[in-house]
């Protein structure tokens, strides 16, 4: 199982492009989360879902946009990359019950000039 | 999602054990605790997690009060690979479909650094 899988790993953008990060999980699993770090700061949330077809605003949702279309994706969009956004993105996913825990990917690198 | 206190940073020497506190007061009673790390450049990575028993695993320890305010996460021989930084949060059992109850809000957790 390769786990979660986020790409791409760099990206770099100018202020106004658009961009969509995708994550994808080989596990089944249910519920899928998309975050940012900023240096020295944990992680925030920015959207979530809790199955196909659904999804959630979290605590740092504006600016961004995300779909599940498919149980194993879940994409992340910026319609209009501003430097506010500059950070790494990391998505998460894990099954269903009380005390699963979340599998992280390994996190995309985002810059915008 | 209860809130949780954790320092901002602590020191540990190798091989000795680690002890990592956080404090969550507004806890509920169906809210478990969980601790996850994150090595520099890396996602963060589960360690343990718990309800009201203490729990141990390969990786670490968890020590929960009996009021359950409060727990103490356990590095029982710290390595320097174990330099990292360490999240407590809280989550409540699945509220419903769609429902708040499935956020995972992390904090800006605890850097140990385990000193050679």
């Known amino acids: 199982n390769a786990g979660v899988t986020q790409t791409p790993k760099f990206r770099v953008l100018k202020t106004g492009q658009s961009m969509t990060l995708l994550c994808a999980q080989d596990?089944?699993?249910?519920?899928m989360y998309w975050y940012r770090q900023d240096p020295g700061m944990g992680l925030r949330l920015i959207h979530y879902?809790?199955?196909?077809?659904?999804?959630a605003k979290g605590e740092v949702p504006d600016g961004y946009n995300v779909s599940r279309l498919k149980k194993q994706n879940f994409l992340l969009g910026l319609e209009s990359a501003a430097p506010s956004q500059t950070s790494v993105y990391f998505c998460?996913?894990?099954?269903?019950?009380?005390?699963?825990?979340?599998?992280f990917g390994s996190g995309t690198q985002l810059s915008v000039l | 999602d209860a809130k949780t206190t954790q320092p901002t940073s602590m020191d540990c020497a190798e091989g000795r054990a680690a002890n990592l506190p956080c404090n969550h007061s507004?806890?509920?009673?169906?809210?478990?605790v969980y601790w996850y790390r994150q090595i520099h450049s890396q996602g963060p990575q589960y360690i343990i997690h718990?309800?009201?028993n203490n729990e141990t695993n390969e990786m670490a320890s968890l020590i929960i009060t009996e009021d359950r305010k409060s727990s103490t996460l356990i590095l029982p021989h710290a390595t320097l690979r174990d330099t990292a930084v360490y999240y407590c949060?809280?989550?409540?059992?699945?509220?419903?479909?769609?429902?708040?109850?499935?956020?995972?809000?992390f904090g800006t957790g605890t850097l140990l650094a385990v000193q050679p």
């Open positions: 596990m089944n699993h249910e519920y």
């Open positions: 718990g309800l009201k």
């Open positions: 998460a996913s894990r099954a269903g019950g009380a005390k699963e825990k979340l599998f």
């Open positions: 949060i809280v989550r409540v059992l699945e509220g419903g479909y769609g429902g708040a109850t499935n956020k995972l809000i």
């Open positions: 507004t806890i509920s009673g169906n809210e478990y």
């Open positions: 879902s809790v199955g196909e077809g659904t999804t």
